[in-house]
């Protein structure tokens, strides 16, 4: 078919893409503002896309797959509509064409689910399984998001929030999950819902699909998980995980990630990246022993050991002596703190200078507005830009980052500064960096999108304080 996306320009679009390409059909797609890696990702898969929308690329369409991110009034979606051309949501595509026949080992959860995919889909490739992969992002080796299953599991990433803009529900109810890994459950898309009872409505429904002879997965730590779990347990078998606990695969003693006596060594760190792993390894184990794999958890832990990370989380852009710059994809309050923690303990000799851009849906609202001032312990400076768009949400509804500025250190212990833009910020940032001459830091920059293409720049910066 040709087969065209609107909003090709997210991660999760452009891998979709990809792997209709590679299906045999003619892919072409359509965005505003596409950035690095996925511009120059569809672009090296020789797949076309137009900058901005407009109704006469649908011309001879057979299908036109629409983005969660694009809503009516957009050129092209009323084109769809008024001309009656064939359309549904990535996900209802990844249901229809990718997905049939397998056995799909979904992973949700407000936190860890990009990484836990990986992860899975990284154990059972290295045990031989031969899964599929869909998730919204890149390895740090460059593997993309996505491979077709040549075997009977796949793995995908199942995120909460809304299909489509005719389609309200959970994207991850479309997956119907042998397998369901639920890693955390917090109050999280605040555009969308109104509280976390709606959330935990959706993760509801996507236990219920659970087959009997399926699993679901779910960390202790979260009570409502645990709730929801209790209550499907008529139809759903579940099993509670935690890292670093008597039961645990994975635990930490005296300085090393261990298993049993086995000492490990990953390219990940911190408790939540832990625990990411903790819950693969089980669910992978348990696939492995269905399968009749031999020594099933030597080859998991083997396999965990090369793990190589993912882009955007943990990803160290630069390393010398006395700087380290880190990129991380954290946004909502919780992430940020842990991501905090986890950093500061690898590097416990650096002064950390942590840069935040509210740049998600939720944080731009003031919902966490406390929350955030507690989220930034750990930093000995602080930067917070404006979020990123003022227009998105009315003034009454938006978080108040100057507000914020002025709690972090009295709840945070942290020097903070407002700045306008990403700009401003590095104006900033050089001025005070001369404080640190003869000091070891670490910048990290954390993001749910491309904070204004800062990163070059911090690297240079770094690179001039060897």
């Given at each position: 078919?040709?087969?065209?996306?609107?909003?090709?320009?997210?991660?999760?679009?452009?891998?979709?893409?990809?792997?209709?390409?590679?299906?045999?059909?003619?892919?072409?797609?359509?965005?505003?503002?596409?950035?690095?890696?996925?511009?120059?990702?569809?672009?090296?898969?020789?797949?076309?896309?137009?900058?901005?929308?407009?109704?006469?690329?649908?011309?001879?369409?057979?299908?036109?797959?629409?983005?969660?991110?694009?809503?009516?009034?957009?050129a092209e979606v009323e084109e769809v509509l008024n001309?009656?051309?064939?359309?549904?949501?990535?996900?209802?595509?990844?249901?229809?064409?990718?997905?049939?026949?397998?056995?799909?080992?979904?992973?949700?959860?407000?936190?860890?689910?990009?990484?836990?995919?990986?992860?899975?889909?990284?154990?059972?490739?290295?045990?031989?399984?031969?899964?599929?992969?869909?998730?919204?992002?890149?390895?740090?080796?460059?593997?993309?998001?996505?491979?077709?299953?040549?075997?009977?599991?796949?793995?995908?990433?199942?995120?909460?929030?809304?299909?489509?803009?005719?389609?309200?529900?959970?994207?991850?109810?479309?997956?119907?999950?042998?397998?369901?890994?639920?890693?955390?459950?917090?109050?999280?898309?605040?555009?969308?819902?109104?509280?976390?009872?709606?959330?935990?409505?959706?993760?509801?429904?996507?236990?219920?699909?659970?087959?009997?002879?399926?699993?679901?997965?779910?960390?202790?730590?979260?009570?409502?998980?645990?709730?929801?779990?209790?209550?499907?347990?008529?139809?759903?078998?579940?099993?509670?995980?935690?890292?670093?606990?008597?039961?645990?695969?994975?635990?930490?003693?005296?300085?090393?990630?261990?298993?049993?006596?086995?000492?490990?060594?990953?390219?990940?760190?911190?408790?939540?990246?832990?625990?990411?792993?903790?819950?693969?390894?089980?669910?992978?184990?348990?696939?492995?022993?269905?399968?009749?794999?031999?020594?099933?958890?030597?080859?998991?832990?083997?396999?965990?050991?090369?793990?190589?990370?993912?882009?955007?989380?943990?990803?160290?852009?630069?390393?010398?002596?006395?700087?380290?710059?880190?990129?991380?994809?954290?946004?909502?309050?919780?992430?940020?703190?842990?991501?905090?923690?986890?950093?500061?303990?690898?590097?416990?000799?650096?002064?950390?200078?942590s840069l935040f851009e509210p740049r998600s849906a939720?944080?731009?609202?003031?919902?966490?507005?406390?929350?955030?001032?507690?989220?930034?312990?750990?930093?000995?400076?602080?930067?917070?830009?404006?979020?990123?768009?003022?227009?998105?949400?009315?003034?009454?509804?938006?978080?108040?980052?100057?507000?914020?500025?002025?709690?972090?250190?009295?709840?945070?212990?942290?020097?903070?500064?407002?700045?306008?833009?990403?700009?401003?910020?590095?104006?900033?940032?050089?001025?005070?960096?001369?404080?640190?001459?003869?000091?070891?830091?670490?910048?990290?920059?954390?993001?749910?999108?491309?904070?204004?293409?800062?990163?070059?720049?911090?690297?240079?910066?770094?690179?001039?304080?060897?």
């Open positions: 078919m040709k087969i065209h996306l609107i909003g090709i320009g997210g991660i999760a679009m452009g891998n979709l893409a990809s792997m209709l390409r590679s299906l045999g059909h003619e892919v072409s797609g359509s965005d505003s503002g596409v950035y690095p890696p996925m511009s120059e990702k569809l672009k090296d898969w020789g797949i076309p896309y137009g900058e901005g929308f407009d109704p006469a690329r649908l011309k001879g369409k057979d299908l036109v797959v629409i983005g969660n991110a694009i809503s009516r009034g957009n001309s009656g051309i064939m359309y549904e949501s990535m996900s209802s595509a990844l249901e229809r064409y990718v997905l049939a026949d397998k056995k799909v080992v979904v992973v949700a959860g407000t936190h860890g689910k990009t990484t836990t995919t990986f992860l899975i889909h990284h154990l059972l490739k290295e045990a031989g399984l031969k899964p599929g992969l869909f998730v919204g992002g890149i390895r740090q080796d460059g593997f993309p998001g996505f491979e077709f299953s040549k075997g009977k599991y796949f793995v995908i990433e199942g995120d909460e929030y809304d299909t489509a803009f005719f389609d309200k529900a959970s994207k991850f109810l479309h997956y119907k999950p042998t397998y369901a890994v639920l890693n955390a459950l917090d109050f999280d898309h605040a555009d969308i819902f109104k509280d976390i009872g709606e959330i935990e409505t959706m993760f509801s429904r996507l236990l219920r699909l659970i087959p009997g002879n399926g699993k679901a997965y779910y960390w202790s730590g979260a009570s409502n998980l645990r709730r929801l779990c209790k209550e499907a347990s008529k139809y759903v078998r579940s099993e509670a995980f935690e890292f670093n606990r008597k039961d645990s695969v994975l635990s930490w003693k005296k300085g090393n990630l261990m298993s049993g006596h086995r000492v490990l060594r990953t390219r990940f760190f911190g408790d939540h990246n832990y625990r990411n792993a903790e819950v693969a390894m089980r669910v992978c184990e348990d696939i492995l022993e269905k399968e009749n794999v031999p020594s099933p958890k030597t080859v998991l832990l083997d396999a965990l050991e090369k793990f190589p990370g993912v882009k955007r989380r943990q990803e160290i852009l630069f390393e010398s002596a006395r700087t380290v710059v880190i990129e991380d994809f954290a946004h909502h309050p919780v992430a940020v703190e842990e991501t905090i923690k986890s950093v500061r303990k690898v590097f416990p000799e650096h002064k950390l200078i939720t944080s731009h609202r003031n919902v966490f507005q406390k929350e955030y001032s507690y989220a930034f312990k750990g930093s000995a400076v602080t930067f917070i830009t404006e979020i990123f768009n003022l227009k998105k949400v009315t003034k009454e509804n938006r978080l108040d980052v100057k507000k914020l500025i002025l709690k972090l250190p009295k709840h945070s212990g942290t020097l903070p500064f407002y700045c306008r833009d990403p700009k401003d910020l590095i104006v900033k940032l050089r001025k005070i960096l001369p404080q640190f001459v003869g000091e070891k830091i670490l910048i990290l920059a954390m993001s749910n999108g491309a904070f204004g293409g800062i990163y070059p720049t911090l690297k240079e910066i770094a690179e001039s304080r060897k």
